[in-house]
């Protein structure tokens, strides 16, 4: 696996988009003769892995290309809509929109989870929130639940993990810089999770964080840009 910040994906996917794309996705001209939608997919998730809003504006168009049940075909063909090639519900492309859309909730770094690395940034426009439960990491499930409002400038993460294993941090990413938090928090560096003690000798040490907005790194504690 090579990093997301390195040339060598950046001009690939570039020499990509350049040659091959057909109106914002990867028309693939040899056997499937239409979009491949679980190859798009997986371009949309090295774009994900860059941090490039191109990721989400590429799982905006792949979703407007999905059936009225939420399946792909292999392909698309670029005129009719319909499939062009393979199975009619391609499973492989229904496996690759559940790894994007976790790939936007939660990832892994080296050193511990890292909570919305790709939130879309129109998404904070109107008050919403984002609910993830039970998701499975290599150091354990990990419940979160992040509001916010004001078009974003004030967010709010609750979040649980149900570790196996302490990771050495948990890293939160959201847009923009901390103007403000409540005194005596922290908002800066490594988040601090605090650790509850296991309600019994076989059960599983979880920890909470709570906190609002970071500057695209790691917070624990409530905030507002």
């Known amino acids: 696996m090579i990093p997301p910040d390195t040339p060598l994906l950046e001009g690939t996917l570039a020499a990509m988009e350049e040659e091959l794309f057909y109106d914002g996705l990867l028309f693939?001209?040899?056997g499937h003769?239409?979009?491949g939608t679980y190859l798009n997919m997986r371009?949309?998730?090295c774009r994900l892995l860059q941090g490039s809003p191109k990721g989400w504006e590429m799982?905006?168009?792949v979703l407007r290309l999905a059936s009225p049940t939420y399946n792909w075909p292999e392909a698309v063909h670029v005129r009719s809509g319909g499939g062009s090639a393979g199975d009619g519900h391609h499973g492989w492309a229904?496996?690759?929109w559940l790894l994007l859309v976790r790939a936007m909730l939660l990832s892994e770094e080296a050193g511990g989870p890292s909570i919305a690395p790709a939130l879309p940034s129109e998404w904070l426009r109107v008050e919403g929130q984002v609910s993830v439960s039970q998701a499975p990491t290599r150091y354990g499930l990990l419940d979160y639940t992040l509001e916010w409002g004001d078009e974003g400038r004030t967010m709010r993460l609750d979040l649980e993990g149900h570790w196996r294993r302490k990771p050495g941090r948990v890293t939160w990413r959201v847009p923009g810089r901390v103007r403000s938090q409540p005194p005596g928090r922290r908002c800066a560096g490594a988040s601090r999770a605090r650790t509850r003690k296991p309600s019994s000798p076989s059960?599983?040490?979880s920890s909470a964080m709570r906190g609002s907005y970071g500057s695209a790194a790691r917070c624990g504690s409530p905030a507002t840009t």
């Open 28 to 30: 693939v001209n040899t």
């Open 33 to 35: 003769s239409g979009w």
């Open 59 to 61: 799982m905006k168009r």
């Open 203 to 205: 059960a599983p040490p």
């Open 43 to 45: 371009l949309a998730g």
């Open 94 to 96: 229904s496996a690759e």
